[in-house]
C-alpha cells in the first residue's frame, strides 16, 4: 500500500455514501463513520421498521455486536487488528436507555484492548440505526 490509500471492504456493508470504508495514511488507518447494517442488504439486525420507515422497535445490543462486527472486517481487510484499534467515537442515539448495554458489549469486545473512546448522544444518523463508529487504527 502507499502512503495513501482508499480501503473498501468486501465484507462490510456498502457505504450509504461517496466515502470509503477506510483510509490508511502512513501507519493510520481512519474509519469512516460504521454502523450495523449487514453486506448486500438494507437490512438493520435487530431493527423494525413501519411502512413509512420509522423505527418501531431496536435491539440495541444486536446492533453493537453488528458493528464491531463490520469494524473487524474493515481493519482486518486494510492489514490491520483489532489489537491496533486506538481511538473510537461512538455515536447513540438513545444515550439513556442504550448506554449501558452499549457498554456491557464494549467491556467483552475490547477486555484486552484499552482504546480511548468519546460516547456522544446524537438526535439521529443517516439511516435508521442506534449506534454508528469512527474508529482510528494504526497498521503495523
Known amino acids: 500500500m502507499t502512503d495513501d490509500t482508499i480501503i473498501n471492504s468486501s465484507k462490510a456493508p456498502e457505504p450509504v455514501g461517496l466515502y470509503p470504508h477506510a483510509r490508511r495514511v502512513g501507519n ?15 437490512q438493520i439486525p435487530g431493527v423494525a421498521l413501519n411502512s413509512a420507515g420509522e423505527i418501531v422497535s431496536y435491539d440495541i445490543e444486536m446492533q453493537c455486536r453488528s458493528v ?13 487488528s483489532w489489537e491496533n484499534i486506538v481511538d473510537l467515537t461512538v455515536f447513540l442515539t438513545n444515550m439513556k436507555d442504550d448506554f449501558a448495554v ?3 458489549i464494549y467491556a467483552e469486545y ?21 449506534i454508528e ?3 482510528i487504527a494504526t497498521i503495523d
Do not use: H, M, Q, W
Open 68 to 80: 464491531f462486527r463490520n469494524v473487524r472486517f474493515i481493519v482486518e481487510d486494510a492489514g490491520s
Open 28 to 42: 493510520l488507518l481512519f474509519l469512516s463513520g460504521v454502523g450495523p447494517r449487514e453486506r448486500g442488504t438494507k
Open 102 to 104: 452499549y457498554n456491557r
Open 110 to 130: 475490547f477486555a484486552d484492548n484499552r482504546p480511548c473512546r468519546t460516547t456522544v448522544e446524537v438526535n439521529a444518523l443517516p439511516t435508521p440505526i442506534a
Open 133 to 135: 463508529l469512527k474508529v
